[in-house]
């Protein structure tokens, strides 16, 4: 399995504009992960779905952020519209099933908002 | 709300000295510890983990140790290298009533270690 992937790795945009993160989980993991890195925040857990379903969105930051799970194998997130807040790099991860095991990350999307 | 503090934010040790990051959590249900190493412009990575039942894991030069009592647990790294300079993660995962569950993350450590 080629692990976690997201795209696009980079992402620079305008104020404003609707920005579209990607992410294929790990096949057979039930469980998949938005995460937010900045240095003032560092780690934040924005929203995590088990079986395509949300369970937690507690921590996505405004109705501006929106996050979707089609079926097992890809995920979304989207901001719209954009501010320059948003500049971060997002993780998503996608764990097995059960709670006790590791999360494995993707590369990340480093977004930068202009 | 559920919390980890992790401390120091920043360690710089001598290359074959000791390193030991210390994390505490809020919530006494919380029942799996993972350390996380991420390196500069990379993923972060579990290291090691430890769960509830258990007070102390090694692996080579990594361990953790957990006092459930306290909340409180720790990464030791002996003899370290150069390549163990990144930043480290602890977290704490927490079920939820919902039968979900939910990761906390501390602020990340720092380290650097000094050839």
């Known amino acids: 399995d080629a692990g976690v992937i997201q795209s696009p790795r980079h992402e620079v945009t305008e104020m404003g504009q609707e920005v579209t993160l990607r992410c294929k989980p790990i096949?057979?993991?039930?469980?998949l992960f938005w995460y937010r890195q900045t240095m003032m925040r560092g780690l934040e857990l924005l929203i995590y779905?088990?079986?395509?379903?949300?369970?937690?969105d507690s921590g996505m930051p405004e109705d501006r952020f929106s996050a979707k799970m089609p079926n097992a194998s890809f995920s979304t997130l989207k901001i719209q519209p954009s501010e320059p807040r948003d500049s971060a790099v997002y993780f998503c991860?996608?764990?097995?099933?059960?709670?006790?095991?590791?999360?494995?990350f993707g590369q990340g999307t480093r977004l930068t908002v202009v | 709300g559920e919390n980890v503090e992790q401390h120091p934010s920043t360690l710089s040790v001598q290359e074959g000295d000791s390193a030991v990051i210390k994390c505490t959590y809020s919530?006494?249900?919380?029942?799996?510890f993972p350390w996380y190493k991420q390196e500069l412009g990379k993923r972060p990575q579990l290291i090691i983990d430890?769960?509830?039942?258990?007070g102390e894991k090694k692996d080579q030069r990594i361990a953790v140790t957990l006092n459930k009592t306290a909340k409180h647990f720790s990464l030791h790294i002996t003899e370290t290298q150069p390549e163990d300079s990144a930043v480290y993660f602890c977290?704490?995962?927490?079920?939820?009533?919902?039968?979900?569950?939910?990761?906390?993350f501390g602020a990340g450590t720092r380290l650097f270690v000094k050839a």
């Open positions: 977290a704490a995962v927490l079920p939820l009533n919902t039968g979900g569950f939910k990761t906390i």
């Open positions: 430890i769960r509830s039942n258990v």
């Open positions: 991860a996608s764990s097995p099933v059960g709670m006790n095991t590791e999360a494995f």
């Open positions: 919530d006494s249900a919380s029942n799996y």
């Open positions: 096949s057979g993991h039930d469980y």
């Open positions: 779905f088990n079986n395509n379903v949300p369970i937690d």
